[in-house]
C-alpha cells in the first residue's frame, strides 16, 4: 500500500480547484480512498482565482494530471473550457468532476447523483413521483432539480432570493425533462402550500453556511409537517439551524455529508475504474469535519 506522502517522479496527482477552497474535505476524503485502494495518487487543493481558470484547465492538461474536481465559483465556466461533456454536466450545465482521457479534458457532474444516492442510502427516500421544494437556484439547486426530475420526481417548486434566477431554473427543468417545476414568489401565499404538501424539502442556499450569521427569512418553519424529509447541503456545521427548527417540527432530517460522499465516490469510481471504499471516505470525512467544525 503506498503512502501519499511518499512522492516520488511516478506518483500521479488530482486536487480540488476554487475560490475559496482551503475549507475543503475533499483532499482528506480522496487521499484516504486513494490509500485504502493502493494507489500511487494524491490529492491536492488549488486555490484557483476567478479569472485563473481557464489557464489552471490549460494546465491541468500540461502537467499531466490525472484530473480533479471544481467547486465554486468555476462549475458552470468549466463546462465551457472542456473538449467534451458527460450527458450528466451537459443537462446540468455545470462541471464539478474533470479527468484527462486520452489527452482530452472531458468534464463530467456526480453532484445530482450524489445527492440522489444519498437520499437513498442515508433517508431511503423515494423520488419517483415525490413532490420537492428547493430553497436556492444556484449550481447545487441545478444539478439537484435536474437529477431528481430525470429520476421522477413529480412536481418541483423553486424559491429562491433573486427570484428570477429561481424561474430560469424552473424553465430550464420542464424544457429539458419535461417534469411540473414552477418558480415559487417568496410570499406566504406562493410558499405555503409548498412547504406544507412537500415530501422533500432541499435547503440548497448557501445560508446557514459556518460561520453562521443569516438566516431565510421568509421561510416560516411553522408550516413544515412531520413527513416530509428536509435537507441541508451543508454539512458544516451539522446539524445547521434550518435543520434543527425542521427536527423541532418532527420531520426527518439530513444533512449535506452525504451528498459531498457520494458525488466523491462516484468521481473515485470515474477517474479509476475502481469501486469506490465508502466507508473510508466517510469515515475520513467525519474525522475530517470533527477537527475543522466551529473553526
Ligand atoms: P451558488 O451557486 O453560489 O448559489 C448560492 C445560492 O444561495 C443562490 O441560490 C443564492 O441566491 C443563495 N443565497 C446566497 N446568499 C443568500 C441569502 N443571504 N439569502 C437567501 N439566499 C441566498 O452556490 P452552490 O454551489 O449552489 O452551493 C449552495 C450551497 O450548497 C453551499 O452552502 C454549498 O456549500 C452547498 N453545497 C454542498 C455540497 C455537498 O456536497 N454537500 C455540494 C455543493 C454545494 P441568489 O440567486 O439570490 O444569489
Not at 450569521?213 to 447541503?233: G, I
Request: contains cysteine.
Amino acid at each position: 500500500m503506498s503512502n501519499p506522502l511518499t512522492i516520488t517522479a511516478n506518483t500521479k496527482f488530482l486536487g480540488i480547484m476554487g475560490y475559496p477552497v482551503a475549507h475543503s474535505l475533499s483532499p482528506t476524503m480522496h487521499n484516504a480512498a486513494f490509500i485504502n485502494s493502493g494507489l500511487d495518487w494524491v490529492y491536492l487543493t488549488f486555490a484557483v482565482s476567478p479569472g485563473q481558470l481557464v489557464d489552471a484547465l490549460r494546465g491541468l492538461k500540461a502537467l499531466g494530471m490525472i484530473g480533479a474536481n471544481v467547486t465554486i465559483p468555476h462549475k458552470e465556466e468549466a463546462a465551457l473550457h472542456v473538449d467534451e461533456l458527460s450527458p450528466e454536466a451537459k443537462l446540468i450545465g455545470a462541471v464539478n468532476v474533470l479527468g484527462v482521457k486520452e489527452g482530452r479534458l472531458i468534464g463530467h457532474n456526480t453532484d445530482g447523483i450524489g445527492f440522489l444516492q444519498s437520499l437513498q442510502q442515508n433517508a431511503q427516500f423515494t423520488v419517483k413521483g415525490s413532490k420537492v421544494l428547493i430553497l436556492g437556484a444556484g449550481g447545487a439547486a441545478r444539478a439537484i432539480a435536474l437529477t431528481l426530475a430525470s429520476f421522477g420526481a413529480a412536481q418541483i417548486g423553486i424559491a429562491n432570493r433573486t427570484w428570477q434566477r429561481g424561474m430560469d431554473l424552473a424553465q430550464v427543468v420542464k424544457h429539458s425533462t419535461g417534469v411540473e417545476a414552477r418558480g415559487l414568489n417568496l410570499e406566504p401565499m406562493d410558499l405555503e402550500p409548498w412547504v406544507k404538501e412537500a415530501d422533500l424539502i432541499v435547503q440548497a442556499s448557501s445560508v446557514g453556511m459556518h460561520p453562521e450569521s443569516e438566516e431565510l427569512k421568509w421561510f416560516n418553519p411553522q408550516w413544515l409537517s412531520a413527513q416530509t424529509l428536509v435537507c441541508d447541503l451543508i454539512y458544516n456545521p451539522s446539524p445547521t439551524r434550518f435543520l434543527k427548527l425542521a427536527s423541532a417540527r418532527g420531520c426527518r432530517t439530513l444533512d449535506g455529508l452525504g451528498m459531498l460522499l457520494y458525488q466523491g465516490a462516484q468521481g473515485f469510481t470515474w477517474w479509476t475504474g475502481l469501486e469506490a471504499p465508502v466507508g473510508v471516505m466517510q469515515q475520513a470525512l467525519l474525522e475530517g469535519r470533527a477537527a475543522i467544525q466551529n473553526y
